[in-house]
């Protein structure tokens, strides 16, 4: 009986060792990844890029997108004006392009229009609009989504 009891433990412990390892094989050898999530396509809405935090200096923005500048914050709503000369065409004026900001200090909120190359002050603050990409190309219409605008923001010195 004694022989009996350790030929069917043997037994017992090749089988657990055989699916102890099988498993493990299974697990460390499969090619199979993970699950991709699931895209929710109910909104044809982009997100919004995440906010933006500067001490000062030079920032780039999307429509909708904030950047915060320690007690100030800016926001471009919207494309009022992109009258510029598109490449390759010859102009008369140069044109500009002009944005709808929502610039924020403390609990005050204002929302200026503010062109190229023009700034705006408040609380203290001074912001510069200095670029605006894409070019205008001739035959061409520029979604509110493709625009990026960059913004110098600095401590007003008056």
């Known amino acids: 009986m004694n022989k009996k009891n350790n030929t069917i433990w043997t037994v017992v412990l090749l089988v657990l060792a055989f699916v102890g390892l099988s498993a493990y094989a299974m ?24 906010e933006v935090k500067n001490p000062v200096g030079n920032v780039s923005l999307v429509l909708g997108q904030k950047a915060n500048f320690g007690s100030i914050s800016i926001t471009p709503l919207k494309v009022v004006e992109d009258s510029r000369c598109p490449i390759g065409v010859q102009c008369i004026q140069a044109g500009t392009v002009r944005v709808s900001l929502l610039i924020q200090t403390g609990s005050t909120s204002n929302t200026v229009q503010i062109a190229l190359n023009r700034s705006a002050a408040a609380g203290g603050w001074k912001v510069l609009f200095i670029d605006a990409n894409p070019d205008k ?20 010195s008056s």
């Open 137 to 156: 190309v001739a035959g061409n219409t520029i979604d509110s989504k493709d625009y990026l605008f960059t913004f110098n923001v600095s401590e007003s």
């Open 27 to 50: 697990h460390k050898f499969s090619s199979s990844p993970a699950p991709a999530p699931i895209a929710n396509t109910a909104s044809s809405t982009p997100p919004l890029p995440p």
